[in-house]
């Protein structure tokens, strides 16, 4: 069974930075998609990021293009989510999660977006951004 532990949260002023790790037990890491959600008090899980198992397929929700980065390390089992010019609208727990039913397979923006399609969430990390 895979299982996904995040860290790398915290509190950051308003323009600052934090990278996300998720680190990912099991054999299907290197074959499977993985995507950042967040979630704000209040409000509904929202998409974040996505990458495909190899890496070359990436999509941003637009809250956070060009401010964040996803990228994965098959050797470390990790993806990470480097968070840069944070705002304090980016306050929220950030989940991720993977989709292990879908090995090498590469979806569309809508498919990557939608919570459904993972099967394997981590436990959240607070990220805090004071204005």
């Known amino acids: 069974q895979v299982q996904l532990v995040e860290s790398g949260g915290g509190l950051v002023r308003a323009g600052g930075s934090l990278r996300l790790s998720c680190a990912a037990s099991?054999?299907?890491?290197?074959?499977?998609?993985m995507g950042w959600f967040r979630q704000a008090p209040g409000k509904e899980r929202e998409f974040v990021s996505s990458i495909n198992w190899s890496g070359d397929n990436i999509y941003y929700a637009d809250a956070v293009k060009d401010r964040f980065t996803i990228s994965r390390d098959k050797a470390k089992n990790t993806v990470y989510l480097q968070m840069n010019s944070l705002k304090p609208e980016d306050t929220a727990v950030y989940y991720c999660?993977?989709?292990?039913?879908?090995?090498?397979?590469?979806?569309?923006?809508?498919?990557?977006?939608?919570?459904?399609?993972?099967?394997?969430w981590g436990q959240g990390a607070q990220v805090t951004v004071s204005s």
């Open positions: 999660a993977t989709d292990t039913r879908g090995a090498y397979f590469t979806g569309s923006y809508y498919y990557y977006a939608n919570p459904n399609q993972y099967d394997i």
């Open positions: 099991g054999s299907t890491f290197s074959s499977s998609a």
